[in-house]
T-cell receptor, first 117, second 114 residues
Framework: NAGVMQNPRHLVRRRGQEARLRCSPM?????VYWYRQLPEEGLKFMVY????????ESGMPKERFSAEFPKEGPSILRIQQVVRGDSAAYFC???????????????FGPGTRLTVT | GNSVTQMEGPVTLSEEAFLTINCTYT??????LFWYVQYPGEGLQLLLK?????DKGSNKGFEATYRKETTSFHLEKGSVQVSDSAVYFC?????????????FGGGTRVLVKP
């Protein structure tokens, strides 16, 4: 059973370009979370999606950032007009379900390291 | 809101030494608590978890006990190895109607020397 897949692993963009980060959850998982890790910091929640639905985007910057998780295909985190401050590692995690009274573990991908020059 | 505070690193130890990484949290309700480990250039791996007060999570010689009275979840290992060198993150998750997003501490880098 393949784990969470993210691509690309490394992405370099010039200021003003667009960055697209992809995440394929583990087989059978329908919940996806995106986190951002700035250098030497912990991970910060960005957005939580289920298939075709954004459930919680309270951690997403209001401008330039968007996320989707279509019925078919990977989840996409899109950053428009990137700036140097967007340089970070972006991690995707998936879980099988949201359950009452029992925590569902999140399984993390290897991350995409975005560098904005 | 929810928050997690863990001791800053780096922590440098000799092989076979005792390791403790302190973690305290602030949360409403009854969160679940986790320790994740991140090896260089990799994603996070779940190390252990505890879902209710007084639970002890354990894995690979690591242990942590959910202490509600002190709102703590300190990580311990009795005898570290060089292969334990990594960054360790304490995290909490509080079930809400909108999922169980994780709130992380800032991470503690551990370096074990032979």
């Amino acid at each position: 059973n393949a784990g969470v897949m993210q691509n690309p692993r490394h992405l370099v963009r010039r200021r003003g370009q667009e960055a697209r980060l992809r995440c394929s959850p583990m087989k059978g998982h329908s919940h996806v979370y995106w986190y951002r890790q700035l250098p030497e910091e912990g991970l910060k929640f960005m957005v939580y999606l289920q298939k075709e639905n954004i459930i919680d985007e309270s951690g997403m910057p209001k401008e330039r950032f968007s996320a989707e998780f279509p019925k078919e295909g990977p989840s996409i985190l899109r950053i428009q007009q990137v700036v140097r401050g967007d340089s970070a590692a972006y991690f995707c995690a998936s879980s099988p379900r949201y359950g009452q009274g029992e925590m569902d573990e999140q399984y993390f991908g290897p991350g995409t390291r975005l560098t904005v020059t | 809101g929810n928050s997690v505070t863990q001791m800053e690193g780096p922590v440098t130890l000799s092989e076979e030494a005792f390791l403790t990484i302190n973690c305290t949290y602030t949360a409403t309700g009854y969160p679940s608590l986790f320790w994740y480990v991140q090896y260089p250039g990799e994603g996070l791996q779940l190390l252990l978890k505890a879902t209710k007060a007084d639970d002890k999570g354990s894995n690979k010689g690591f242990e942590a006990t959910y202490r509600k009275e002190t709102t703590s979840f300190h990580l311990e290992k009795g005898s570290v190895q060089v292969s334990d060198s990594a960054v360790y993150f304490c995290a909490l998750s509080a079930l809400k109607a909108a999922g169980n997003k994780l709130t992380f501490g800032g991470g503690t880098r551990v370096l074990v020397k032979p």
